[in-house]
């Protein structure tokens, strides 16, 4: 059987002391291994890293971008194919893993302009002949830890930026779907990156723990579950090291009274459902002003769910696949057994759904639940499965203090007509990233991304200018050349 392997110094590598299965999702079958790497081959991958370091980091801005404007052609050509690794593995539908494709090759094109990105700044005669400019220089070697979710794009959201920023990499993707992931780094040696450069090690606690303690590494970026988020930035942190690292969600839609019912339900049918709600950004929670506003978003979803189609990655007809791994959908089933018994109400029910020909696929068919209250565990917890909730709040005030006494705060959305409700909203919801009838507000690349409260642990977001900042130390330079001849005096007082 395929074994996923390494990717170490320019070179492919399948070291593996220990394996783990990787599944079809929608037919249940093991399909590959992937290896786990030991420490050892993890600091192989870090020396590695460090060796390439001093000669990238000399490499002029421009001759990295030209790097990554060969990888963004390599990865446009190889688009298909990638998507087929992404649906076999992950179990997303080829549209959607097309899409997910598309918003990770607008990261590379942020990287492509490196050198405007580290222009710097620049004050001339901050004082008598004295001359002063900020650059950006690159940190070393930086490590990168991503989610099953989205395999493609948020590992593109990190090593294109650190890399032209003159850093070198080492990525640990998820072991759940990693296929994807190394073939793409696999492109970017070939548009042409020198050895060492990106390196990507497959494996689980043991890389990521070798990689959090070991001394050559500066920065760690990471994307994953709250509780592994909050460790890594606590580990990463007392090891020195910058981190920033980006956890769970519940984000909440409010559906005002005066909203546009029929493009509010459209808009969260997609939000909610597709890519079986395994994404950060999707809406599981539909909080509704009124009971006129709750009972027209359940008949209008009511109606919508019936056209959902669950199925297969391969047929592009289908809305939206199985979950990742049985284990998973155990859980989300789980959640949706507790909504019950705590006194929600099952309004579409997709459990053990039906899908013919893939009869032991990890599929939950879309569901939905209504009267819904904070402190049952579906709405205390991230489902991360297609399951839309909804809560009944009598006001705006009521809804929007919903939103920000959850522990979470990622992504939100407003749907109404009214463009003092959307600012009093965008104003005071304690929540990183918002959408005005906007149901993913997903920031574009030339933005940032990052949620507040526990969606993010550490002061910068991910990609972007913030991607910048994170990736380079700044160090400002103060210039004075004496004119021969001019002596200074000695100065005791603090210059000024
Ligand atoms: P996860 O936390 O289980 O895994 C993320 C990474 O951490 C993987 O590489 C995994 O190997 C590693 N890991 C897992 N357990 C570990 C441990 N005990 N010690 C050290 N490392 C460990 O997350 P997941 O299930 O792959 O992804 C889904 C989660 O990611 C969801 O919570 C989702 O909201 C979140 N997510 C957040 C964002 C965001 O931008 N905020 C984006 C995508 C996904």
Redesign the pocket.
Known sequence: MNIVGHLINGTLSEAAERTQDVFNPATGEVTKQVALASKDTVEEAIAAAQAAYPAWRNTPPAKRAKIMFRFKQLLEENAEQICAMIGEEHGKISHDAMGELTRGIENVEYACYAPELLKGEHSRNVGPNIDSWSEMQPLGVVAG??????PAM?PLWMYPLAIVCGNTFVL?????DPSSTLFVAQLLQEAGLPDGVMNVVN???IA??TLLTDSRVQAVS????????E??YATASANGKRCQA????KNHAIIMPDADMDNAVAAMTGAAFGSSG????ALSVAVCVGDEAADSLIEKMTEAMKDLKVGAYSDASNDFGPV?TEAHKNKVNGYINSAEEQGATIVVDGRNPQVAGFENGFFVGGTLIDNVKPGMKCYDE?I?GPVLLVVRAETMDEAMQMINDHEYG?GTCIFTRDGEAARYFTDNILVGMVGINVPLPVPVSYHS???WKR??FGNLS?YGPDGVRFYTNRKTITQRWPSSGVREGVQFSFPS
């Open positions: 830890i991503t989610p099953f979710n989205f948020v640990k993707p998820s072991e759940r494996g689980d606690k990521v723990d990471f994307v994953g579950s709250t509780p592994i988020a460790y890594v980006l956890g769970g969600a395994e994404r950060c950004m990742i991230e991360f990622n991304f990052g949620g969606s993010l991910a």
